[in-house]
């Protein structure tokens, strides 16, 4: 069992059974933008009508440098990239984390509903979600090097002091889409990231 709150709790209907990407979007980056782009191209080809679902994990984690933003904003990042894409037909939903991942599946399936495709770049999430009677498709992670997100947090991190705009574009745009980065810019949600460090030391 967790600590952890259980907020939010699942809705009364989940949606009905679709193609589903779950991700902590801490932030969004290059990689997730990878594996959605790659579910919303498979639906196009092969299941037209069904819902791009985008699970939002780690909802009920709190702030810490690995958990920066809120799930709120996190759903915020990714309607962002996804009105930029022209990507419709789509459900958000935030799923707390359990810490118990024999459990997790049947959990999660009370957000994001049961048993249909799953996009992960992930293999123990992959296994899971096969055992549970789910297809699931396996994509590489591309550009591993650059698109973990402790990477990306760590250079937001370095950028949150930095008051020239055009150097956080320069180097963060490199590994966030623009869409992101311009939510992340306009609501000043990088300057926390100066604070949570150790120590609490701001950077820079």
């Given at each position: 069992?967790?600590?952890?709150?259980?907020?939010?709790?699942?809705?009364?209907?989940?949606?009905?059974?679709?193609?589903?990407?779950?991700?902590?979007?801490?932030?969004?980056?290059?990689?997730?933008?990878?594996?959605?782009?790659?579910?919303?191209?498979?639906?196009?080809?092969?299941?037209?009508?069904?819902?791009?679902?985008?699970?939002?994990?780690?909802?009920?984690?709190?702030?810490?440098?690995?958990?920066?933003?809120?799930?709120?904003?996190?759903?915020?990042?990714?309607?962002?990239w996804l009105e930029a894409e022209?990507?419709?037909?789509?459900?958000?939903?935030?799923?707390?984390?359990?810490?118990?991942?024999?459990?997790?599946?049947?959990?999660?399936?009370?957000?994001?509903?049961?048993?249909?495709?799953?996009?992960?770049?992930?293999?123990?999430?992959?296994?899971?979600?096969?055992?549970?009677?789910?297809?699931?498709?396996?994509l590489p992670l591309e550009q591993?090097?650059?698109?973990?997100?402790?990477?990306?947090?760590?250079?937001?991190?370095?950028?949150?002091?930095?008051?020239?705009?055009?150097?956080?574009?320069?180097?963060?745009?490199?590994?966030?889409?623009?869409?992101?980065?311009?939510?992340?810019?306009?609501?000043?949600?990088?300057?926390?990231?100066?604070?949570?460090?150790?120590?609490?030391?701001?950077?820079?």
């Amino acid at each position: 069992m967790t600590d952890l709150p259980m907020t939010p709790e699942p809705p009364e209907n989940p949606p009905m059974a679709g193609i589903v990407v779950i991700g902590r979007f801490q932030p969004l980056h290059f990689g997730h933008a990878i594996l959605l782009r790659a579910a919303a191209e498979q639906r196009a080809a092969h299941a037209a009508d069904s819902t791009l679902i985008i699970g939002i994990g780690s909802a009920n984690r709190p702030s810490t440098l690995a958990n920066p933003w809120t799930a709120e904003e996190r759903e915020s990042m990714v309607t962002a990239w996804l009105e930029a894409e022209g990507i419709e037909n789509t459900h958000i939903c935030s799923i707390p984390d359990i810490e118990d991942p024999p459990n997790w599946v049947r959990h999660a399936e009370r957000y994001h509903g049961e048993a249909g495709c799953i996009f992960t770049t992930d293999f123990d999430t992959a296994e899971l979600y096969t055992a549970a009677g789910w297809d699931v498709v396996l994509l590489p992670l591309e550009q591993r090097e650059n698109y973990e997100g402790w990477r990306v947090r760590e250079t937001a991190r370095m950028l949150s002091t930095v008051h020239d705009e055009e150097a956080v574009r320069s180097v963060l745009g490199s590994l966030v889409p623009s869409s992101v980065l311009d939510l992340l810019i306009n609501t000043d949600s990088l300057a926390r990231l100066a604070y949570m460090g150790e120590g609490g030391e701001p950077v820079g």
